[in-house]
């Protein structure tokens, strides 16, 4: 996505402010970071970017892999001329937030928010608590080589599984946020992405990153527990948790306040 990246990011907020730099999930789109970017934006300079092959980027070509998107996260930075600025991930941005941060291959953010996401998606059968079952990622993976579009929603359908009230949206416009019109995410970028996160263990890693790590994870998330957010120690031993209470998986759409401030004391923490 290096030519022509600029056309795929929102950038909203005060120029002379610190920059925080938002990777959305899986089969999303930056319109999913909309209500937090709104609570943000007069504080910070929030950029939201659309990954290769997902929303306004779903035309861009392949390959759809996390190394690529650590490329972009780089790209972004430069062209954007930000070298000081903090980086967000949600879902599997977050997984590929913190491998930039373990690859370094642009400048290093000034903090990493961790938003429910998972060093390791699939967990061993004996800590199954810390993740998906290997049998319900194959699933997943039949689901969408038959009907991208309906395995897409069938896992949009898990993030409120668990009975979590919504909150501070209604459950329409959290569809719209989280499903925007037209902007499915091409099938291709689904399916080796998620292969990818099937593949994934960055609990191995071993990161020479110094700056300030947050691990945000709603209480009853069930796609990436709470259980598997202690596996962040590995990677980021000064690594602080939070858990936010009564939410799953996208607590920025349905507790977006607590999920704003805390976005914003990691950012002062980091400057």
């Known amino acids: 996505m290096s030519e022509g990246i600029l056309h795929y990011i929102d950038d909203q907020g005060p120029k002379n402010a610190p920059v925080i730099l938002m990777i959305h999930g899986w089969g999303q789109t930056k319109e999913s970071f909309a209500p937090l970017a709104g609570r943000l934006k007069d504080r910070l300079r929030v950029v939201a970017t659309d990954l290769a092959g997902h929303g306004s980027a779903k035309n861009v070509p392949g390959p759809y892999t996390f190394d690529r998107y650590t490329l972009d996260i780089a790209t972004i930075v430069k062209k954007l001329d930000i070298p000081r600025f903090h980086l967000l991930g949600w879902s599997m941005g977050g ?16 903090s990493l928010t961790l938003l429910s996401a998972s060093a390791r998606f699939v967990a061993p059968g004996k800590e199954r608590a810390t993740g998906q079952s290997g049998a319900k990622v194959r699933r997943m993976l039949s689901m969408m080589s038959a009907d991208p579009e309906a395995g897409l929603k069938a896992f949009i359908g898990m993030f409120f599984a668990t009975g979590e009230a919504l ?28 292969r990818e996160l099937a593949s994934v263990d960055l609990t191995g890693a071993r990161s020479s990153y110094k700056g300030v790590v947050t691990a945000i994870c709603g209480d009853m998330d069930s796609i990436t527990p709470p259980g598997g957010q202690s596996l962040w120690r590995r990677i980021f031993p000064g690594v602080s948790e939070q ?24 950012v002062t923490k980091g400057e």
Do not use: F, Q, W
């Open 167 to 194: 909150g501070e949206l209604a459950k329409n416009e959290i569809e719209r946020l989280l499903l925007p019109p037209g902007l499915t995410p091409c099938g291709e970028a689904m399916l080796d992405t998620l």
């Open 95 to 110: 997984t590929v937030a913190a491998k930039y941060c373990i690859n370094m291959k642009g400048p290093a953010p000034l």
């Open 243 to 266: 858990s936010i209470k009564g939410s799953g998986h996208a607590p920025h759409l349905t507790k977006i306040s607590d999920v704003a401030d805390s976005v914003y004391y990691n």
